[in-house]
């Protein structure tokens, strides 16, 4: 078996997770390498969210009776979790979403219809990168379409960083906001956010930095990021579906318009005008996600107790492993740092001629889970003049030997098709 240095111990970590036992496919145990699209959960969040389903479901806030003081408390007590989890100097900077995409269109379109300074209109210019996803594309798109605002980007180097070269004619006076991912989900690469924030800093521009692909991998302090907004997701870090988290400088929240117009984030309503709620409240319309919100607080916890600096440490080595690993493959190109430096535990690669699908729909045969396609990053794939490539993606319970079932599966692949 191989062995390597800042390991986790699987084999006990893989126990917490009942789907990783699956065996498909004629007895072929399942290896599961997209946990970029999405991580598994373990029985300790399953076991939570079945315990609030059978114990304290009803809606929060409004209600006298115990039940919804119940779901109350374990609501609010979510969020002091995920306060703690990204070192947020208020436990009201944290918004509960249904997902990162959510938290980003929330922003997108505060910023729409606020007022100056923070007001995006058509003498402005929003900066994104070429590396986003598109839920870090789309709505600031839409914002430009909407405004007449310019919208630019910084490219990509061949080897899958940002090209900063222009940092200063990219990121200029006309600046309202600037948006970029922390982690690439295709090309795994991790961005230099000082100098982003330092650049967006000088020119007075907000910063918002979508964590989705950091948040279950390393330690995330949003103080020590210097950005005015971080997103991030709950299903990509152990958590349920359905849940996302926008963490804002309060100063922000307070200024900033609602999205969403409804119940609960309203402190008073007439039929000529309403006012709201304070901030996060502010921000979160008619009933909440509240089971998955109270799942997320879970698996803040499980994360928490095995330590983010260590899982950390266990995906540089499993990643650091798969590059040497896969660059034995003939015909294998990586697509994004082919170092583990600065890079996240996700790997996408080309297989000569042979279309990603297919080499997806083989190595399933063969037990193995990755994701094929344009991972909603098509204009990384435009770049490097590639349809789509095949991403392995690696997480707290991944092993070196499912690292060697997928370099053998790949073989396979290979001999399959010829």
């Given amino acids: 078996?191989?062995?390597?240095?800042?390991?986790?111990?699987?084999?006990?970590?893989?126990?917490?997770?009942?789907?990783?036992?699956?065996?498909?496919?004629?007895?072929?145990?399942?290896?599961?390498?997209?946990?970029?699209?999405?991580?598994?959960?373990?029985?300790?969040v399953i076991d939570v969210l079945s315990e609030y389903y059978e114990r304290h479901n009803a809606n929060v806030h409004r209600g006298v009776h115990v039940l919804a003081e119940e779901a109350t408390a374990l609501y609010e007590g979510a969020r002091d979790k995920v306060a703690d989890f990204v070192n947020a100097p208020s436990r009201d900077e944290v918004i509960f979403t249904k997902n990162a995409s959510e938290s980003l269109n929330l922003v997108a379109n505060m910023l729409g219809w606020a007022d100056e300074p923070y007001r995006v209109d058509s003498d402005t210019e929003i900066v994104i990168t070429e590396m986003e996803h598109h839920s870090n594309i789309v709505p600031w798109q839409l914002l430009s379409q909407r405004t007449g605002a310019k919208l630019k980007w910084f490219g990509l180097t061949d080897d899958g960083r940002l090209d900063l070269s222009e940092i200063d004619r990219v990121i200029t006076e006309k600046t309202?906001?600037?948006?970029?991912?922390l982690v690439s989900n295709i090309l795994g690469t991790h961005n230099p956010v000082e100098a982003i924030v330092?650049?967006?800093?000088?020119?007075?521009?907000?910063?918002?930095?979508?964590?989705?692909?950091?948040?279950?991998?390393?330690?995330?302090d949003v103080q020590e990021?210097?950005?005015?907004?971080?997103?991030f997701t709950g299903h990509k870090?152990?958590?349920?579906t359905g849940i996302g988290v926008l963490w804002g400088r309060q100063e922000?929240?307070?200024?900033?318009?609602?999205?969403?117009?409804?119940?609960?984030?309203?402190?008073?309503?007439?039929?000529?005008?309403?006012?709201?709620a304070p901030a996060p409240h502010k921000f979160e319309a008619g009933t909440p996600p509240i089971a998955q919100a109270v799942g997320l607080g879970a698996a803040v916890d499980y994360l928490s107790a095995i330590g983010m600096d260590?899982?950390?440490?266990?995906?540089?080595?499993?990643?650091?492993y798969a590059l040497r690993r896969l660059q034995e493959v003939p015909d294998l190109r990586i697509i994004g740092p082919a170092t583990a430096e600065e890079r996240g535990a996700a790997i996408s690669f080309t297989l000569g001629d042979i279309h990603p699908h297919d080499v997806g729909q083989v190595l399933d045969e063969q037990g193995i889970a990755v994701r094929v396609g344009h991972h909603c990053a098509r204009p990384v794939c435009l770049r490097y003049g590639i349809p789509a490539t095949t991403r392995a993606s690696f997480y707290l319970y991944t092993s070196p030997a499912e690292v060697d079932a997928l370099v053998d599966g790949l073989e396979h692949v290979r001999n399959f098709f010829g």
Avoid: W
């Fill in 1 to 44: 078996m191989t062995q390597l240095p800042g390991l986790l111990d699987t084999e006990a970590l893989r126990k917490d997770f009942p789907i990783l036992d699956r065996v498909l496919h004629d007895g072929k145990k399942l290896i599961y390498l997209d946990n970029a699209a999405t991580s598994q959960t373990p029985r300790q």
């Fill in 176 to 181: 309202k906001i600037v948006s970029f991912v």
């Fill in 198 to 220: 330092r650049r967006a800093q000088e020119v007075g521009a907000l910063v918002l930095i979508d964590a989705s692909q950091a948040a279950p991998h390393m330690v995330l």
């Fill in 225 to 231: 990021l210097g950005a005015d907004f971080v997103a």
């Fill in 237 to 240: 870090m152990c958590g349920p």
């Fill in 252 to 276: 922000l929240l307070e200024d900033l318009p609602p999205f969403l117009g409804g119940g609960e984030m309203i402190e008073t309503v007439s039929m000529s005008s309403s006012t709201y």
């Fill in 310 to 320: 260590r899982i950390a440490a266990h995906e540089q080595a499993i990643t650091e």
